[in-house]
């Protein structure tokens, strides 16, 4: 279950007031372990430590570079039949580029590029 900043707060601050998680816990409907963890995230960080923090990664290491991105809509514009993903592939593979087909629908989508 997923709770939000103000109610483990409040959760926290009762515990610390009364001292007994066991309580605590039922007053609340939560796991003591709960409580215990998040005890341990406001004794180390106080209020900002209790705060939900994106689990979304600052760097994404597989994405693909810009310029390879800049090279597949390059092709993908120099064709001007038969545009699909597959010709493009093609296209690329000419110039000892080597990306696979869902990469390079991905990097088209993303362009807003579309067969």
Do not use: Q
Request: charged share 35%.
């Amino acid at each position: 279950m997923r709770y939000d900043d103000e109610f483990r707060l409040i959760v926290t601050r009762y515990f610390l007031k009364t001292g007994d998680v066991r309580y605590t816990s039922k007053k609340y409907n939560i796991p003591v372990s709960t409580i215990y963890k998040w005890y341990e995230k406001y004794r180390k960080g106080g209020e900002n430590g209790l705060r939900k923090k994106s689990t979304r990664p600052n760097t994404s290491p597989n994405k693909t570079c810009d310029e390879l991105e800049r090279l597949v809509v390059g092709a993908w514009l120099e064709i001007k039949t038969r545009r699909n993903y597959v010709n493009v592939k093609k296209k690329l593979d000419d110039r000892n580029i080597k990306l696979s087909l869902p990469t390079i629908k991905k990097i088209l989508n993303r362009k807003n590029h579309m067969s």
